[in-house]
């Protein structure tokens, strides 16, 4: 089945306790995102790859990193993360950038303490 | 930034009713998708509209462009429980190849 598969699906973590998301499409997408959600904001983009090796910063990449090795994989990666990043996360791929769907992670809700 | 913003926040309606809202965005547009999200859950593409059209149909939803406005509309029509969630308009821009999206429209359907 094409798929979007993202864990943890739940977190609870401290304050600067480093912690990845692991993101996986299996459909040889070129293009992948982050967004992270929060009530009456809507979704805001944190980063976002065009192709393997290629990265690039979206709306609210503060405190956050990312990398794009291999071509299925796209990990998000708080260092140090902070209570202002308790949300709920998206990853989503498309066959490449611009006018195309996106298809969605179930999603990964972060809570820190 | 944000792009696009969706009219109502909020919308209650009776199932069986049609259920109508609308995008406003800011900046010139190669193209235009709605996207349903179920309570807290990945969000599901429902329909992509060109800048060079007018309206599209996919089943119970139609969605219209006015270029000249920045704006778009979906409507469901004859709504059931199941269209209970909430939808997000999203656009690319002519000159960024992010994808933006709006706050969103919750629609609940009433039995």
């Known amino acids: 089945e094409a798929q979007v598969t993202q864990n943890p699906r739940y977190l609870i973590t401290v304050t600067g306790k480093k912690l990845t998301v692991t993101c996986s499409q299996n459909?040889?997408?070129?293009?992948m995102s982050w967004y992270r959600q929060d009530p009456g904001l809507g979704l805001r983009q944190i980063y976002y790859?065009?192709?393997?090796?290629?990265?690039d910063k979206g709306d609210v990449p503060e405190g956050y990193k990312v990398s794009r090795k291999e071509k299925r994989n796209f990990p998000l990666i708080l260092e140090s993360p902070s209570p202002n990043q308790t949300s709920l996360y998206f990853c989503a791929s498309s066959p490449r950038s611009g006018a195309n769907v996106l298809t969605f992670g179930a999603g990964s809700r972060l809570t820190v303490l | 930034s944000q792009q696009g913003e969706e009219d109502p926040q909020a919308l209650s309606i009776q199932e069986g009713e049609n259920a109508t809202m609308n995008c406003s965005y800011k900046t010139s547009i190669n193209n235009l998708q709605w996207y349903r999200q179920n309570s807290g859950r990945g969000l599901v593409h429902l329909i992509l509209?060109?800048?060079?059209?007018r309206e599209k149909h996919s089943g119970r939803l139609r969605v219209t462009l006015d270029t000249s406005k920045k704006s778009s509309s979906l409507l469901i029509t004859a709504s059931r429980a199941a269209d209970t969630a909430s939808y997000f308009c999203?656009?690319?821009?002519?000159?960024?190849?992010?994808?933006?999206f709006g706050a969103g429209t919750t629609v609940t359907v009433r039995a």
């Open positions: 459909m040889n997408h070129e293009y």
């Open positions: 790859s065009m192709n393997v090796e290629v990265t």
């Open positions: 509209i060109r800048s060079n059209e």
């Open positions: 999203a656009t690319d821009a002519r000159d960024d190849y992010k994808l933006s």
